[in-house]
Each structure stands twice: as structure tokens, then as C-alpha cells.
């Protein structure tokens, strides 16, 4: 809080920027598998999962967003011992938000332990079948640790940049896909009961998760005013790609098949020719351009890690640069953790759970305290509280 | 001294603790407090030692020469001065008498000095009786009665008159030695345009600017740079355009240059650029006056530098070193469109060979049928895996260019036949390499002449070696690695204060539209803005 007025990189996330930070941090693997995810209990209503999902994410990033346009400039490592604590019991408000914290960087580092590793396997298995998984995760680790070492505006610039690599490619194979459509295959709209729906979209909302991130990114942003509409486009632009990438692996696949693919998106990737392209099989050249959005996935979760660790500690870029090297080494060893690809699977999903109460229910406890003390405060002082 | 800094560390540790725990209770501080004056001591001392280095290097070069005030004995004078030459055999001192008795003294270094100037309007006109005037007639004339002044106006080619009962010496321009004239540039040859490009001589260049833009803003600052060169640059602007943060930043980073020698304009690129560990050029150089003209409008600030044709243009973002003054002569149909084959000979000169590598020897599958056959075909007979056989064939085209880049005119086209033909050609049907191999190592080469910028071109040529290795190592994969590695680096990279990537990322939609596209000047009404231009209207009143 001391040094924001000093800090250069204040205030320099354009809305843009902010836009396809959430974007690109929540493309990543998840949609690697969520053709058959969404369709496991929707069936044919699968394509809606990701829509009916989206309305809790909404919610979530609307939340955040304004907690953030509350505290200017802090990230939720600063505003939450506020909320706790008031400005008055700083000390009070440390240890209350301590917990939360710790949680909160806990997650964010598993989740990205676990998707550099899920990312792992599916170029091990599809592309290079004679590297080690090993290889595959540090070198993930070694692009994320590379990012740590730049300054904050580097990140956002990064996935400015790489925003158009992540977004084309899963388009094209999406459209490209629908020559072979069966349009058949998503009828009946919808044969399944509404709680199997609901369970389902929540599930869905799995796949949304890494828009956490901007509990500390929002921080940075440009205007204050921007962020509710930032969080909605990126989230918006995601919606719309799951959607398209689901409703091309049901109207592709159909529903029955996309249960037996372990990566229907790679599937699909692999019964997509394109007359008139050079490369025959596109899963290669897909995989190698979807690096990209793994990396910003990973490198997005882990910069927020050791940035929230360096704002906890109140260190430097000296404290971030060495961080971000030494806990690459427990980040591997939660990554190589789980056995085998069913139990990867299964953490995935324990994963998802607790991010809903990282992404959802920390943010509305914070925000029902913050409005509790800001409406005492309006009726102490009988004047109108900012924000 | 190993031996204190370990105790320190260890007096630290232990220093940091209780403070640590005292934060807890009492107030917001910083733990590492003992750890941070650990390293601003360290600092300090590197600093100190610095600077003692420096001075002791000061005093051996200009700042040698004691700042004196001349006495008004001819020979005394003469004897200071050239004590402080040394005797050097090209300085002339040439004796004579003045029109009213007095005893005077020329003196200049042979060669520096226009002759003619010297024997006829400087000599002539003190000594003969009939011309009135007292004064030498040079066209610059001044005087001192400083030492180091004098000593510097010698060196500089200038001819000092020295008479006796004054003083004060007479400093006259005479620079006159032999140059090279306004020639057409070597290095950017452009189709349609100027054709006249930067001498070696720094008021040549900027004339040659001023020609072009007569406007009374345009300002020139001298700065001598270099201890023992004393080499004079000029920092350009534009007033009222050119951001004044930057300008002064510039100023700053010229001033604090510390260094004996200044032979190019190179040395004040590598000296002033924001990140030294960068493969890419930070500043611009370039030999032709309207480039520099046509960026000092956007904004710009361009550096000349006395003996070098180049020019630096400071700040420069990625983008521009694909564009050439070309693209403003043509329409912008055409300009669009070698922008973008611009483009793709870039993407080829990088990628090429690492794609070959990725195809051939991990992903055979996205090959079309017919052509893997046809490329079988062709290996069949190479020993090597075909990482060495692109790393082999990359490297001796490498060999070949250095090759004839130095090689006098009229053989370097044989090297060209000799090397790419008939090497090529042999090693093909000796079975060492595939004609796929000649095809993608050509091209890649053809592709990286096709950009505009020289120093922007080695860039690309020196990355596509490691990403042949990645390649060679992890297939499509290792060469996006390398690629988002490259992404982040650019990304990180800022020339004074603006990121290098900056149409693209930052987003600048005003900047954009000429990036890829060059839009008619009809929508090129504003300045690009990443420059922070003062005045940001190219061109306005026009009526739509």
C-alpha cells in the first residue's frame, strides 16, 4: 500500500489488455476435454453447458471487478486485510485475511501445476511419443519462469500478443469442422432433467476457472471503470469458443462417441481436412500452436502466485525473479503427483470445486463485509461513502 | 575480502529475524532491511571503484591538456602548445611578420586545413601592406585565451594564430580536408527516391537534413563525446513534435557516456540502447537523409555522428525496421503489399529450416503423401539426421555471405556462382545433402534480403540457429517455445520508454494503420501516437 504511489507499473493494463488476459488464461486445456465433459450428463444439450456454466462466472468476475474498482490500484493480497481489518487493526485484518490468501495462492498453484501436466500428456501421447512427460511440464515451467523474470507489463503485452494465436486456431478448427456436421446430433434439444442441467453447468463452470487471476491483475488496470466491462468481454469471448468448440465435437462426434475419446477437441483436430492446405493432419500444428494458450494459462497462474507471494512479503522484483526460480521445484513435484491420467482427471475436478470457493465464495464473503463497513461508515460519519 | 562479505551475510541473518518479528508487532516494515543495506553498501563501493577508474582514465585524454590562460609572449605560447602536441611532425607552425611588425605564428595540422585558405586569405592578407583589413578573412573567426581551447581548435583542423603582444589567439575555420562527397547509399538502395545519402562529415549531414526540412524548429545540439576522439554528434528534433521527456532522456544517456573512442555511430547505439542482452536493434541507423527527415516528423529524435554516414533514430519499435521510405513514394496499394511479402520473407528466413527439421524428422504424418515420398527419395542417400544436414547447410551459407560481403566488387559474384551453384549442386549429387535441404536454405537466405533493415536481418539470421536445435530436439513444439521465448523477450524490450512491439501490443489502432497496411495519406492524418507527439495533427483541415 506504501509503495503504490511509486510503483511504475501502476496503473498500465489497457481494457484490451485486460480482455485478453482473462481470454487467454482461461482457454487452456480445459478445452482440450470439454466436448466430452459437457455432454457426460447434458448429452445432446452439451453446447448449452457452457452458456448456463458462464452465468456463475459472470457473477464471480462481476465480483471481483467491483471489489477492485472499490480498492483503486490494490490487489486482493492488499484490499483483503482492509476488509478484514479496517484500516484502523491492520494487524487484526493480516491475520483474518491470512487464511484467504493462502488459499486463494494455494489453489492457483496446483491448478497450474496441473494444467501444465494435463498439457503434458496430451503432447506426449499425441505428438512426441518418445519424450518424456518429464521434459514436456519443465519446459512449460521454464517459458512461465522466463515471464516471472519481466516486469508486470511484460504479461500483459504477452498475452496482448499472443491473444490472435490462441483465439484463431480454435475458431478455424471449429468452422472448419462443420463440413462434416450432423446437425442431427443435437436433437432433441434437450431430453434430460433440469437438475441434471444445473449439476451440469456448475461443472461446466469448471472450465472457466484461472479468471481468478484478476483478483490481482485488476489491480493494474488502466481506468478503474473498465473492469466490469473487461471481466464480461473476456468471459463473453470464452463462452462463445466453448460453445462453437462443443457444438462442433456433438454435431462432428455425436454425443456416445465423445464418451470414449480421452481428447475429443484432439479428435476433432484430427478428422478436420481442409482442401486446398499444405499439411495433411493438422493435430501436430494444432498442438504446437496451442502451446501458446497453455502458456499463458501456466504463466498467467504462476505470475500471479509469486507476484501475490512478493506483495505478501512486500519484497521486490529481486524477491519475484528468485521466488519464481525455486518454486518451480515444488510446482513439479505437484505436477508429476498424480499417478496415472484417471487420477489427474478425478484432482481436476476436486480442483474445480475449490476454485468456486476461491473464485466465488471468498469474493462475496469480502464483498457482504466490505458492504457491511461501508455502510457503517456512511451512518457513522451520515455522509456517502466512494465506491 | 571473500572472507567479510561472509560475515556480514551472517551478522545479517541474524539481524533480520529480530527486526522481522518486531514488524509483526509494531508497524509495517520492510524484513529485509539489514539485506538491502548489505547491497547498497556493495553498490556503493562498485561505484566508488568506478569512478576512480574513470578519473584516472580522464586525465589521460583531453582533460590532460591544463586549462591555462595563455601569456602574451609569442614564444612562450608557442612553446606551451607545442609542448602539449608533443612535437608532433604534422603540426606546421608557420612564422611571419604582420603588415604593422608584429611577430605572429600559424598553426595546423598538414592535411586538416584548407591551403588555400591558409596561404591566401590568412597569410596574405595579414602580411601585405595593401589590403586594410587587419583581421584574417575566414569565414568563422574567434578568439580565446585559453590553452585546452586552442589545442582542441588545432586538432579539430581549425588554424590558430598566435601574435605576439596579445594574449588572445585567433581561431580560424579552415577545416578543409579531403571527403567523400554526397554519394548514393549502398545499403538502402530504394527504386523510387532520393538518391543522395550521409557523408562521413557531420556538417554535410546536417545540411542535408536542413534541406530538406526548412523548418525553424528543428533543433540541432552538439554534444563531443569520447575522451580521446572528441568526436562531435548532433541530437535532432523537431520542437513542438518531438516528445520532450524523450528528447532530454536521450540527451542525458549521450552525456553520461564514458568511453575513449567514438569511431561509429554503432558505438553510441550499444552505448545508449535500453537493454544491452537483446539480439535487436533498439535504435534505428540508417544512411538516407529523408528517412531521418521523415521520423524526426513523427516524432523522432535522430543522433548524427561526425565520421560515420549512419544515422541513429531513437525511439524505434519492431515494426519499423520492415518498413522502408519507399513505401511513402508508391501508392499504397503496392506499399501494402511489399509490406506484407516483407513479412513472409521474414517469417521464412526464421522458420524455414527449423520447419524442414520439425517435418522431416518428428511429424512426417502433415506432409502430404506424394511430397514425403518424393523427400524420402531424396534423403535416401544423406548420412546425417537432418538437424546436422540443415545446421551444416545453414552454416556454410553463413560462411558464403560473410565470404563475399568482403571480398572486393567484381569477385563477389564468382563466390556467389562458385559457393551456391556448383558447392551446392556437387554436394546434392555427392548424396551429402537432399535438394529439399538446397531449396529451404536458399529461400531462407533470399528471405532474409529482403528486409530493409541490415541490423534487424542479422537478428533473425543468428535466432534461427538455436531454433533449429529446438526443432531438432522437440519438433513443432520446441519451435513455439522458442517463439513465445522470443514473444516474451520482445514484449520486455522498451527504446526510451516505448514498448517495442507497440502497434501490435500495446494495441495503438492510430499507430496501426501504417504498420502492415500503409493507408493513403488521406487517413494518415495524425502523428502515431506512441511517440507522444506534442502536435499530433499530420494534416488537417480537410473537409469530409
Not at chain 1, 513435484?333 to 475436478?349: C, D, H, R, Y
Not at chain 1, 471468498?362 to 456512511?378: A, E, F, N, Q, T
Not at chain 2, 532520393?194 to 557523408?199: L, Q, S, V
Not at chain 2, 556467389?416 to 536454405?441: C, R
Amino acid at each position: 500500500m506504501s509503495q503504490l504511489g511509486k510503483d511504475p507499473q501502476h496503473n498500465t493494463f489497457s481494457l484490451w489488455q485486460m480482455t485478453s488476459l482473462i481470454t487467454s488464461t482461461l482457454i487452456g486445456v480445459g478445452v482440450l476435454t470439454l466436448p466430452r465433459t459437457t455432454t457426460e450428463k447434458m448429452f445432446e444439450a452439451g453446447w448449452m453447458a457452457p452458456i448456463l456454466g458462464s452465468v456463475l462466472t459472470f457473477f464471480a468476475i462481476w465480483l471481483i471487478a467491483v471489489l477492485s474498482r472499490r480498492f483503486p490500484g490494490l490487489t486482493f493480497i492488499q484490499y483483503s486485510r482492509i476488509v478484514w481489518g479496517g484500516h484502523e487493526q491492520s494487524r487484526l485484518g493480516f491475520w483474518l485475511s491470512l487464511p484467504w490468501i493462502m488459499m486463494f495462492l494455494i489453489a492457483l498453484f496446483v491448478t497450474t501445476a496441473i494444467t501444465s501436466r494435463i498439457f503434458g500428456e496430451v503432447v506426449v501421447t499425441a505428438v512426441l511419443m518418445d519424450t518424456p512427460l518429464e521434459v514436456i511440464i519443465v519446459s512449460m515451467f521454464v517459458l512461465a519462469v522466463i515471464l516471472c523474470l519481466h516486469e508486470i507489463d511484460t504479461l500483459a503485452r504477452v498475452n496482448e500478443i499472443l491473444f490472435p494465436l490462441i483465439l484463431f486456431p480454435i475458431l478455424f478448427i471449429a468452422l472448419a469442422s462443420f463440413q462434416k456436421a450432423e446437425w442431427n446430433n443435437i436433437l432433441p434439444l434437450i431430453r434430460v432433467p433440469w437438475e441434471t442441467i444445473i449439476t451440469g453447468a456448475f461443472e461446466t463452470n469448471f472450465s472457466f476457472q484461472g479468471y481468478e487471476i484478476m483478483l490481482i491483475f485488476f489491480a493494474f488496470a488502466h481506468e478503474n471503470t473498465g473492469k466490469v466491462k473487461a471481466g464480461f468481454y473476456g468471459i463473453g469471448i470464452s463462452v462463445f469458443v466453448y460453445t462453437l468448440i462443443v457444438l462442433a465435437g456433438i454435431v462432428v462426434f455425436g454425443h456416445e462417441e465423445l464418451q470414449r475419446v480421452t481428447w475429443p477437441t484432439l479428435e476433432l483436430v484430427k478428422s478436420t481436412q481442409v482442401p486446398g492446405l499444405i499439411l495433411e493432419r493438422l493435430e501436430s500444428a494444432f498442438l504446437a500452436v496451442w502451446v501458446a494458450a497453455v502458456f499463458t494459462t501456466v504463466a498467467n497462474g504462476y505470475y500471479a502466485v509469486i507476484y501475490g507471494l512478493r506483495q505478501l512479503l512486500k519484497k521486490g522484483m529481486l524477491f519475484q525473479r528468485i521466488a519464481s526460480i525455486v518454486l518451480i521445484f515444488p510446482l513439479f513435484f505437484v505436477a508429476i503427483g498424480p499417478q496415472n491420467i484417471v487420477e489427474l482427471f478425478k484432482m481436476t475436478s476436486l480442483i474445480g470445486y475449490t476454485t468456486v470457493w476461491i473464485s466465488v465464495v471468498s469474493p462475496l464473503i469480502h464483498w457482504l463485509i466490505m458492504l457491511y463497513r461501508d455502510r457503517g461508515r456512511k451512518r457513522e460519519k451520515g455522509s456517502d461513502a466512494h465506491g | 575480502m571473500f572472507n567479510g562479505r561472509f560475515t556480514c551475510s551472517i551478522r545479517m541473518k541474524r539481524r533480520v529475524f529480530y527486526p522481522f518479528l518486531g514488524t509483526l508487532t509494531t508497524s509495517d516494515g520492510t524484513g529485509g532491511r539489514a539485506l538491502s543495506q548489505f547491497w547498497k553498501a556493495w553498490e556503493k563501493r562498485k561505484a566508488s571503484l568506478r569512478n576512480a577508474a574513470l578519473t584516472q582514465h580522464a586525465n589521460k585524454s583531453m582533460e590532460s591538456v591544463p586549462d591555462t590562460i595563455l601569456s602574451s609572449s609569442l614564444e612562450e605560447n608557442l612553446a606551451l602548445l607545442e609542448k602539449q602536441l608533443g612535437k608532433s611532425d604534422d603540426l606546421v607552425v608557420r612564422r611571419f611578420t604582420v603588415k604593422n611588425g608584429t611577430e605572429a605564428a600559424l598553426l595546423f595540422i598538414d592535411g586538416m586545413v584548407d591551403r588555400g585558405v591558409v596561404s591566401e586569405y590568412i597569410i596574405r592578407f595579414m602580411a601585405s601592406t595593401s589590403v586594410t583589413y587587419e583581421k584574417p578573412a575566414v569565414n568563422e573567426l574567434e578568439s580565446t585565451d585559453r590553452l585546452r581551447q586552442a589545442i582542441r581548435n588545432i586538432l579539430s583542423g581549425n588554424a590558430v594564430l598566435v601574435l605576439d603582444g596579445q594574449n588572445k589567439v585567433f581561431l580560424n575555420n579552415t577545416r578543409g580536408w579531403d571527403r567523400r562527397g554526397v554519394e548514393e547509399p549502398k545499403t538502402e538502395s530504394v527504386v523510387r527516391g532520393p538518391r543522395d545519402g550521409f557523408a562521413e562529415t557531420l556538417c554535410v549531414n546536417s545540411a542535408l537534413i536542413r534541406s530538406r526540412l526548412k523548418d525553424p524548429n528543428l533543433r540541432l545540439k552538439h554534444f563531443v563525446v569520447g575522451q580521446r576522439t572528441q568526436t562531435d554528434i548532433y541530437v535532432t528534433y523537431i520542437e513542438g513534435i518531438a516528445h520532450q521527456p524523450i528528447v532530454q532522456e536521450i540527451c542525458r544517456r549521450v552525456e553520461n557516456i564514458n568511453i575513449d573512442a567514438i569511431l561509429e555511430s554503432g558505438y553510441i547505439e550499444q552505448l545508449i540502447q535500453d537493454t544491452r542482452w537483446s539480439p535487436f536493434p533498439q535504435i534505428q541507423n540508417t544512411e538516407r537523409p529523408d528517412k531521418v527527415v521523415a521520423n524526426l516528423l513523427e516524432g523522432k529524435v535522430a543522433i548524427l555522428v561526425d565520421g560515420t554516414p549512419f544515422a541513429l533514430i531513437a525511439p524505434a519499435v519492431f515494426s519499423q525496421f520492415y518498413q522502408s521510405p519507399e513505401d511513402y513514394y508508391e501508392r499504397f496499394y503496392i506499399a501494402t503489399f511489399i509490406r506484407m511479402i516483407r513479412g513472409v520473407s521474414m517469417i521464412i528466413a526464421l522458420l524455414m529450416p527449423s520447419l524442414y527439421i520439425a517435418f522431416s524428422s518428428f511429424h512426417p504424418e502433415m506432409i502430404p503423401s506424394r511430397l514425403v515420398i518424393a523427400m524420402a527419395a531424396g534423403r535416401s542417400t544423406v548420412p546425417f539426421p537432418s538437424v546436422m544436414e540443415a545446421l551444416i547447410m545453414e552454416t556454410a551459407i553463413e560462411i558464403l555471405r560473410e565470404a563475399s560481403v568482403r571480398l572486393p566488387g567484381p569477385i563477389g559474384p564468382t563466390i556467389g556462382i562458385v559457393g551456391a551453384l556448383v558447392v551446392g549442386e556437387a554436394a546434392v549429387s555427392a548424396g551429402l545433402v537432399s535438394p529439399i535441404m538446397v531449396i529451404i536454405v536458399a529461400l531462407t537466405t533470399i528471405g532474409s534480403f529482403a528486409t530493409p533493415s541490415y541490423s534487424a536481418a542479422i537478428a533473425i539470421r543468428m535466432l534461427r540457429f538455436p531454433l533449429m536445435l529446438l526443432a531438432g530436439m522437440f519438433g513443432l513444439y520446441g519451435i513455439m517455445l522458442f517463439i513465445i521465448i522470443i514473444l516474451i523477450h520482445l514484449s520486455s524490450l522498451k527504446s526510451f520508454g516505448v514498448p517495442y512491439l507497440t502497434p501490435i501490443s500495446p494495441i495503438n489502432l492510430v499507430a496501426m494503420r501504417d504498420m502492415v497496411i500503409r493507408m493513403p495519406f488521406r487517413w494518415l492524418t495524425r502523428r502515431p501516437t506512441m511517440f507522444h507527439p506534442q502536435d499530433e495533427i499530420r494534416k488537417g483541415g480537410e473537409k469530409s
